[in-house]
């Protein structure tokens, strides 16, 4: 498939030929080693002119100040203007693009954010002026920056990609090759930047080919039936031939889950007509009329007379008020939810409610059940790409029309036919248009360079503090555990590093009789000693890996060097993964004091409790630009910090931020004073090494014209435009993004918004997860506030009230929080409810909005009078940054239950277990009573706070006790006693950590012990020294609504 006989038209030296081969030269030529015959012929397309199908043409635009239409090229009047000031990365990363078909540039538009430095809030000539302590910027402000930070990035998070017309300077990295930074869309840009990216770049002058993720996921040159034809050895036969094929449709699951056989797949099986989803206006009228929503939904709640209201059942997303055929096809809250479930036709009418508009999504969450479908044929709208999904309408058979652009689009023949009824003429009935969940397998188009092989390349600090902590020993003894279990296949490499002062590389040649140490002392210019066998095949090194593993920690144990080179380390391993990308697992314990990216102690004991003077952003720029560069190579760091100390994460997890990986935090770690922070890095270990993941991946997502996505929460980068690059995609990861209605919705009564995440599985193949959301078009406020989803709502605030900590102030932030309660309310207040009645009004909807605020406000990221930590507040950020809202919400506002009287009565079974269900219990010590015991689940921790005078009974039959005074000040673990009472708390507990990717530690805490002091600090609805009660609160709220 690949053809090495086409030179590399790059300037990536010879030992990168094989890397990400985004193609920065034109037609056939890539500037990067092998590639596929198929990217070729896609790639010459752009030649011949799928004028409909630009890159860009829709989604993907960006304001900037390079506003070079594409001539000729794009379907909607030229308005392509991608710019590579687009990778800009403020904490938002905020980013703009006009709706389809709209004027090529609006004005405000061009005066997007996008700055390309940080730049004095005056400079920056979209930046309004925001209020302090608003998430709202004032009055009469243009409605794209509702919502949003404007604020450049402060500090040293520059920008790390030049403009178009200067030179490039990428953070001085010679190996990198500029085209990861290259936005797709204007050609001539392009080569512009390339040229001056690169010295040695030949290309030849015509045409740059575009930035080839962007192309592949979001460009729209890959129409498929026009390219699998050109490579008819890449395409399957399909259509009428279909069944003698392997199954097309694979229900796959994460192993050892209950995949179900094809057969069992239950799509809908009624007779539909080519309208195959009821989407018309009658149906929708129908609709609203039968309004999904309980009556109790209508309720308008005094929060003062019936503060209480928090259900005792987990808060489930609220519906979206849809027609039940359409409703049954939308896709799972758990994956995609939006914080409004009706969406404001109008801008005005969404600044009107005060509400945040925005997605948050859990696209690779493990899921049992998964529609996988194989075929050549990748049905996607011509003009904005979006994949075929359950809410676009047939006109026809032969005909679909788009439903985020309006398109109107041929049903490709091998559409035709049904693989699931194997009956032709019925494209309605396909698995596409049947689950708004569903994966590809993706064609060769798909694919930039043949799928990388899985490689895990992990970076040990073997400094004295380290050795110390004794981590070493639980990592290595883990990584034997699991190291047939690692993702991947033949093809699975793997490396080790270690560094102190130096930095020591370990040859595992196959055929050595024992690992080789290189001892690299020169810090100062790293370089790699004998590149080839330090990243080795696992099955063919295996005895090798092992003896490493099983000697690395006995070997520093006499070390006296307590200095710590982290940035050369990563630099190595940056160059070590250049050629394959990869993940890299770097464990630090210490600050780093040596060489670039050296730090210093900075935390202020004195000032932690303040909102005002902390350290919430990066000292230096280094950890950001390698991340940047590592992105660029396909290369995510996760960083497992574990330090009793001071360790400035706000600078060291920018390597994991802007690389998409994640950031681990195990404080005072050590292995024989903290048991159980032992217990939690062994748990998440064996998570994190073998759980699902995703290599060289990318994300987009699409939403219906009129609607446009501006700034995106989570870790990642975004390479150009609206495309997230992850160079590691992994199931534990949740992202969010802010929106506006750009455009008056009023033509439409639905909208739907698509995520679609592209990724090579660690098998090797390429594969493409699409979601697909599907959300009704209201026109009265009452609707819009009927809707909200209080979760994602509070979930979206504090995503950004992070970005507002870290560009303006902690104090600042709060203030948004509580502002955007007030704002809200008194908005409802004053614009739906009729008769002004006293009291705090609020709709059901949002009958928990101020206690979750209040929660958040209480949370570590954001509590001010508590001696909580830098690291740890930076860390609880980091959290809200990168989790799904799910786990995101129970760190915020934990589930408190009674569990000394736990009945089987309204038991669940699950698997012939049964779990008692007991009633969650409002965060008040009210709620508390001695002679009980409470389980406090806070997400990644449990807490069972016993009672003084409880009861003998569970002493004895659940802690195995005989008396209080013999519960053990340390207890991690409850006893299996043979006893009901034990069975059923125990099967409760675990039936809560099932539940989660992540061990959370139960600490069982009695009266006198430190713990307690934790455990009441989650009593949100109580006061402390420093902050209101819930009850206070209420009566602050209700005086601001009513002022
Ligand atoms: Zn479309």
Not at 196 to 210: E, F, K, Q, R, Y
Not at 930 to 937: E, K, P, Y
Not at 954 to 974: E, H, K, R, W
Request: proline letters at 9%; charged letters at 15%.
């Amino acid at each position: 498939m690949s053809q090495p006989g086409i030179p590399a038209s790059g300037g990536a030296p010879a030992g990168l030929q094989a890397q990400n081969g985004a193609a920065s030269a034109s037609g056939s030529l890539y500037s990067n080693g092998p590639v596929q015959n198929a990217l070729m012929s896609s790639q010459v397309s752009v030649s011949e002119g799928y004028n409909s199908q630009l890159p860009g043409s829709y989604p993907h635009l960006i304001p900037a100040k390079t506003l070079n239409p594409v001539s000729g090229q794009s379907n909607y009047g030229g308005s392509q203007t991608v710019s590579p000031l687009s990778n800009y990365q403020g904490p938002g990363q905020t980013l703009y693009r006009p709706p389809v078909a709209s004027n090529p540039v609006t004005p405000s538009l061009h005066s997007a954010p996008v700055p390309r430095m940080p730049l004095p809030t005056s400079h920056n000539p979209a930046t309004t002026p925001m209020p302090s302590g608003s998430f709202l910027p004032g009055a009469n402000v243009h409605p794209p920056l509702n919502w949003q930070y404007n604020y450049p990035s402060t500090g040293s998070q520059t920008n790390h990609c030049p403009p178009a017309s200067s030179q490039p300077t990428i953070s001085g990295n010679t190996n990198l090759t500029s085209h990861q930074y290259v936005s797709s869309g204007d050609p001539s840009f392009q080569n512009n930047f390339i040229k001056s990216g690169i010295a040695s770049n030949t290309n030849n002058g015509s045409m740059v080919v575009h930035n080839s993720y962007d192309e592949i996921e979001g460009g729209g040159f890959l129409a498929t039936p026009q390219h699998t034809n050109k490579n008819p050895t890449m395409s399957r036969s399909v259509g009428y031939s279909y069944p003698s094929l392997p199954p097309g449709y694979q229900n796959t699951g994460p192993p050892s889950t209950t995949g179900m056989p094809p057969s069992s797949l239950n799509y809908s099986s009624g007779p539909q007509g080519f309208t195959q989803t009821p989407l018309g206006a009658n149906h929708l009228a129908a609709s609203m009329s039968g309004l999904s929503l309980h009556p109790e939904g209508l309720r308008v709640i005094n929060l003062l007379q019936e503060r209480n209201m928090l259900p005792a059942t987990p808060l489930r997303p609220p519906v979206p008020n849809l027609h039940e055929d359409i409703q049954k096809l939308n896709c799972n809250p758990e994956l995609f939810r939006c914080t409004l479930t009706s969406i404001p036709q109008t801008q005005a009418l969404l600044n009107k409610a005060k509400l945040p508009l925005g997605l948050l999504l859990h696209p690779f969450k493990d899921l049992v059940q998964l529609p996988v479908v194989t075929s050549s044929t990748i049905v996607r709208c011509r003009s904005c790409r979006t994949y075929i999904n359950p809410f676009v309408s047939f006109l026809d058979q032969r005909r679909w029309k788009c439903n985020l652009c309006y398109r109107v689009n041929d049903v490709p023949e091998e559409f035709m036919y049904n693989p699931l009824t194997r009956v032709y003429g019925e494209p309605h009935r396909r698995p596409e248009v049947q689950n708004a969940t569903i994966e590809f397998m993706a064609p060769s188009e798909y694919m930039l360079r043949p799928p990388q092989p899985p490689v895990y390349l992990f970076v040990f600090d073997v400094s004295h503090n380290a050795v110390e902590t004794g981590y070493l020993n639980s990592v290595c003894q883990s990584l034997l555990d699991n190291l047939d279990l690692l993702p991947g296949n033949t093809r699975t490499k793997i490396g080790f590093i270690t560094f102190d002062s130096t930095i020591h590389f370990y040859s595992l040649q196959e055929g050595l009789s024992q690992p080789q140490m290189l001892i690299v002392s020169d810090i100062e210019d790293v370089f790699i000693p004998m590149p080839e066998n330090l990243l080795v095949n696992l099955n063919e090194s295996k005895e090798l890996v092992q003896d490493l593993l099983k000697t690395l920690p006995q070997m520093f144990t006499k070390t006296l060097e307590t200095q710590s080179a982290l940035g050369p380390a990563l630099q190595a391993a940056f160059k070590l993964m250049s050629p394959t990308g990869g993940r890299m697992s770097v464990f630090q314990t210490q600050l780093p004091t040596l060489g670039v990216g050296a730090l210093r102690p900075r935390e202020e004991p004195n000032q932690r409790s303040s909102a005002k003077e902390i350290h919430l952003t990066p000292s230096t720029d280094f950890y950001k630009k390698l991340a940047l560069d590592c992105s660029g190579q396909q290369v995510a760091v996760d960083l497992f910090l574990l330090s009793g100390q001071y360790s400035d994460l706000a600078s060291l997890g920018c390597i994991s931020r802007y690389s998409a990986g994640s950031v681990y935090y195990y404080p005072s770690y050590h292995h024989q004073q903290n048991p159980v922070q032992v217990q939690k890095l062994q748990k998440e270990l064996q998570r994190y090494l073998t759980r699902k993941i995703g290599f060289e991946a990318v994300m987009r997502i699409r939403c219906t014209k009129g609607l446009s996505i501006h700034t995106f929460h989570g870790n990642f980068f975004v390479r150009s435009t609206d495309l997230l690059s992850l160079p590691n995609v992994n199931p534990d990861a949740g992202y969010a993004v802010q929106m506006s209605v750009e455009e008056s919705l009023t033509d439409t009564q639905l909208v739907s918004f698509q995520s679609a995440l592209l990724y090579t599985s660690s098998k090797g193949e390429r594969r493409i997860r699409v979601h697909t959301l599907c959300l009704p078009v209201v026109s009265t406020l009452n609707e819009v506030f009927l809707g909200a989803d209080v979760q994602a709502i509070s979930g979206l605030l504090a995503n950004m009230a992070v970005d507002r900590s870290v560009t303006a102030s902690l104090s600042d932030a709060r203030d948004a929080l509580v502002n955007a309660v007030i704002d809200s309310l008194s908005a409802y207040r004053s614009l739906v409810l009729s008769n002004q009645q006293p009291g705090l009004m609020v709709p059901f909807s949002l009958r928990l909005f101020p206690l979750f605020v209040l929660a958040l406000l209480k949370q570590k990221s954001f509590q001010t009078g508590t001696n909580a930590r830098l690291d740890e507040r930076i860390f609880a950020m980091c959290q809200v940054k990168n989790q799904p809202l799910v786990y995101l919400m129970l760190t915020t506002h934990p589930s408190l239950y009674r569990v000394d009287n736990l009945s089987d009565e309204g038991a669940l079974n699950v698997n012939d277990r049964t779990i008692p269900q007991p009633p969650i219990l409002q965060l008040s010590v009210e709620k508390l009573s001695r002679d009980g015991a409470f389980l406090m689940d806070a997400g990644s921790v449990l807490m069972l706070w016993v009672g003084k005078n409880c009861g003998q009974n569970f002493l004895s039959q659940v802690l195995g006790v005989q008396n209080y005074a013999l519960i053990p000040q340390i207890m991690t673990d409850l006893p299996e006693l043979d006893t009901p009472e034990s069975a059923r708390i125990i099967a409760f507990i675990s039936w809560l950590r099932e539940q989660r990717p992540f061990f959370p530690i139960l600490y069982v805490i009695r009266d006198e012990s430190p713990m307690k002091a934790n455990f009441l600090q989650n009593m949100v609805e109580d006061r402390t020294e420093s902050a209101l009660s819930y009850y206070e609160f209420l009566l602050h709220i209700q005086q601001q609504v009513n002022k």
